[in-house]
């Protein structure tokens, strides 16, 4: 089993629409959290971290369900520009911090 | 905004062939992470350095794959002989924070260098 699991998609959304995805991690004790968006053949760069208590950063909300060890991400108000992988990323508790990348949610925002 | 540089952008190379991949991380971060990406895959870590100091490379194919960053700034990743299956992005990282069990581990990465491997 992977640690970090995805649905690869894709979720194709009309634009101004909400979607949401989830990522479910395998190791109980893992204590951080992230959301990375890739552009395609583009580097991984930082969306959101995740808290325990849920965030918000504009349009997107992470969440976090340690309960059932899955992390979501929502889009409101979806943009053409939102149209990426979003890789969700998970610290190990080694003591060098190891994070582990799912292998990502393809979301195609249409017009 | 301070980047984290990458060359070469792009490898074309025979199997059996020696590659080498440069990174130079922003400056002050004292983590610097080497990762591959398999097209439709995630990024894999392949060796993790604080400083100079290597602290996992358990994912590293050492017969082949070498890493090396001796004065802990810039660093190379060294592919000998590459294979067929290394081709892929190969993802230079780094980081502000130590990679401890409660750093922040906020990676900024580099453009990439996609290596093919004929």
């Known amino acids: 089993r992977k640690e970090v699991e995805q649905d690869p998609g894709p979720f194709n959304v009309p634009e101004g629409a909400t979607v949401a995805f989830n990522c479910t991690y395998s190791n109980s004790a893992s204590q951080s959290f992230f959301w990375y968006r890739q552009d395609c053949r583009k580097e991984p760069k930082l969306l959101m971290s995740?808290?325990?208590s849920g965030n918000e950063d504009g349009r997107f909300t992470a969440q976090l369900n340690r309960a059932s060890q899955y992390i979501s991400l929502l889009i409101r108000d979806s943009k053409l520009s939102d149209s990426a992988t979003y890789l969700c990323?998970?610290?190990?508790?080694?003591?060098?911090?190891?994070?582990?990348f799912g292998a990502g949610t393809q979301v195609v925002v249409t017009p | 905004e301070a980047e984290v540089a990458q060359s070469p952008r792009y490898k074309i190379t025979e199997k059996s062939q020696a590659v080498a991949f440069w990174c130079d991380p922003i400056?002050?971060?004292?983590?610097l992470y080497w990762y591959r990406q398999i097209l439709g895959q995630g990024p894999e870590l392949l060796v993790q350095f604080q400083d100079e100091s290597v602290v996992d490379d358990s994912q590293l194919p050492k017969d082949r794959f070498s890493a090396e960053r001796l004065k802990g700034v810039d660093s190379t990743l060294k592919i000998q002989p590459a294979e067929l299956g290394d081709s892929a992005m190969y993802l230079c990282a780094s980081s502000y924070q130590t990679g401890g069990p409660t750093g922040a581990n906020v990676l900024t990465f580099g453009a990439g260098s996609r290596l093919t491997v004929l």
């Open positions: 990323v998970v610290r190990e508790t080694d003591s060098w911090g190891k994070l582990q």
């Open positions: 400056s002050g971060h004292a983590t």
């Open positions: 995740v808290y325990s």
